[in-house]
């Protein structure tokens, strides 16, 4: 039994990288030989699908907007977080239990109950389709979730360092700055991955908030997958470029996945 | 959360949080409460109607079928989803190369974003030439997701189990990772069946990040919109509209503000339930511990 235990993790993965040996191989392939029939892996291996996407400015905007907005989600999330879960895990203050869970619940709302509100509200104050548009909106579940992950970090750090720092005469700013920052980067990297990801991966907001300036890559495929009829190698070379971002992301963090999960308790 | 000091100037430095969160929430939430006692006959003109359309959807078939639907499909993949979790960060290695591998290949389904992978499973299952669908139909068994509903839902199911396991895994794993070696020593003195250490040992030092894990995935799964729709549509038919299918059908679909807006409501209320009971439950394990 204990043996062939890397069976299990292995049988598993196989089981994950099948699908996205199948969105690859179509990527390569001619939308002829997709649509002739079953072939197990490309027989006329071509580039003409990714060539599309690097040449057509409609397509490779929809990566930089979306990189756009993730990125400046995840700044803006992980840094009004920062002294909020320093509040959380070091203060008692009137209402502070009934705050955390009203954050909480924000991270529970589904984003088809706000789509249509959402859609008036920036149209209203003028920045429908913009970047801040989507960046600001996604902080409805990337904020929350930031606090609580570095609220977990925060929680595991002795309060002796603060109160040591201050005995020293540190101001609360630079202690926070010189001192706390430096002790959590850990917990602060694991928070901006996971605001990265959900982010990066969320669509129903960034579309209906998104026509033409902003249009993230996601939309981008949907619209072409309706309108240009059914290119489906050119989409499954669009999907396979999604992944590139995510990939190169883990790989930064992936010491930190494990421990960042346990302390920072998400 | 123990032995904090009473200091109100811990408002400030949520302050920020609390204004970016709340111009999110609490103005778009006032929009559907606004909406959900209303009748509109265009021209931006409005008519109050106070719970009537509570009543509509409390009683409508249509309503009750979404919830069925949705909550039959939490359940099955929170039954699939959590025991296998646990079982591959039971197997996974510990340290090492390959530990990095598993934890790097297992982390990239969480990072593909939601229609990507409702594509790559549309391709993926198609029954003429997607892989999984031209194997299922070589084999014998006559597969077609997008007329079929039960093959729809396996698809659908399968998909999500791909999609969310890994999330179980990691929680799973980073709970294993945290008991100290002398536990597993100390098990092996009393010649412990690994049955006995895991019931003893390793599931106790799991609770609580499990608990987050089913809390998270019963949330996700609840609000899971992108990719079925991507997958099947909500088809065939009816067959796999869950819940938050339907409301966009209803509010972006056919603009019936008043109905969508209560059922909006209604649905965060279930979500909104459900998870206080959890994170009740959570806090509860936190206390006593």
């Not at chain 1, 997958?225 to 992936?254: C, D, H, K, N």
């Not at chain 2, 811990?10 to 302050?15: I, K, M, P, R, S």
């Not at chain 2, 065939?236 to 869950?242: C, D, E, H, I, R």
């Not at chain 2, 339930?273 to 959890?278: A, G, I, N, Y």
Request: proline residues 5%; charged residues 10%; positive net charge.
């Amino acid at each position: 039994m204990r043996r062939f235990g890397w069976l299990v993790p292995a049988l598993y993965i196989a089981f994950l990288l099948l699908p996205i040996y199948w969105l690859l191989s179509m990527s390569f392939k001619t939308t002829n030989e997709i649509l002739g029939g079953f072939t197990l892996w490309p027989r006329n291996f071509t580039l003409e699908n990714y060539r599309k996407i690097f040449t057509d400015p409609t397509w490779y905007m929809g990566y930089v907007n979306s990189l756009t907005y993730v990125v400046i989600n995840t700044v803006l999330s992980v840094t009004v977080a920062l002294p909020a879960a320093y509040a959380f895990s070091r203060y008692r203050f009137l209402g502070d239990k009934h705050l955390f869970f009203w954050l909480l619940t924000n991270r529970m709302a589904p984003a088809a109950v706000f789509a249509l509100p959402f859609f008036q509200l920036y149209s209203a104050i003028g920045l429908f389709d913009t970047h801040i548009a989507v960046a600001l909106a996604h902080c409805l579940f990337n904020v929350p979730l930031a606090v609580w992950i570095l609220e977990g970090f925060m929680s595991g750090v002795p309060r002796e360092l603060d109160e040591l720092a201050f005995i020293d005469g540190y101001p609360f700013w630079k202690f926070f700055l010189k001192i706390l920052v430096p002790a959590i980067a850990a917990g602060i990297g694991v928070a901006a991955f996971f605001c990265f990801m959900f982010s990066w991966v969320e669509l129903l907001l960034a579309k209906t908030l998104t026509s033409v300036e902003a249009k993230p890559i996601a939309a981008t495929m949907t619209r072409t997958a309706s309108t240009s009829g059914y290119e489906l190698g050119l989409l499954a070379a669009a999907g396979a470029l999604t992944i590139i971002p995510g990939a190169f992301v883990i790989y930064f963090v992936r010491n930190y996945i494990a421990k960042g999960f346990s302390l920072g308790r998400v | 959360m123990r032995a904090r000091t009473v200091n109100q100037k811990g408002w400030w430095l949520v302050l920020p949080v609390v204004v970016l969160v709340g111009f999110n929430a609490v103005i778009p939430l006032m929009t559907v409460v606004n909406y959900s006692v209303q009748e509109t006959f265009g021209n931006n003109r409005f008519f109050f109607e106070g719970v009537k359309w509570f009543d509509t959807v409390m009683h409508s078939p249509r309503f009750h079928d979404a919830l069925m639907r949705q909550l039959l499909f939490t359940g099955i993949i929170l039954a699939i989803e959590v025991p296998l979790g646990v079982a591959i960060a039971l197997a996974m290695p510990r340290k090492g190369v390959w530990a990095s591998l598993c934890l790097v290949l297992m982390s990239m389904p969480l990072l593909i974003p939601w229609n990507v992978v409702g594509a790559m499973w549309n391709i993926f299952a198609l029954p003429d030439i997607g892989l999984l669908g031209w194997t299922l139909n070589k084999l014998g068994f006559a597969y077609n997701y997008t007329r079929q509903p039960f093959a729809a839902w396996a698809t659908l199911i399968a998909m999500d189990v791909w999609h969310w396991t890994s999330l179980v895994a990691l929680l799973a794993y980073a709970g294993l990772s945290a008991i100290p070696d002398p536990y597993y020593q100390a098990a092996k003195i009393d010649g412990a069946s690994a049955w006995a250490v895991f019931r003893h040992v390793q599931l106790p030092k799991m609770k609580h990040v499990l608990t987050i894990a089913v809390l998270l995935r019963f949330m996700d799964s609840f609000m899971i919109y992108t990719e079925p729709v991507v997958l099947t549509g909500g088809g065939p038919g009816n067959a796999t509209t869950l819940l938050s299918i339907d409301l966009v059908k209803i509010a972006l679909g056919q603009f019936d503000l008043g109905p969508a807006a209560a059922m909006s409501l209604i649905y965060f209320l279930i979500i909104l339930l459900l998870s206080w009971v959890f994170y009740r439950v959570m806090t509860l394990g936190e206390e006593s511990s």
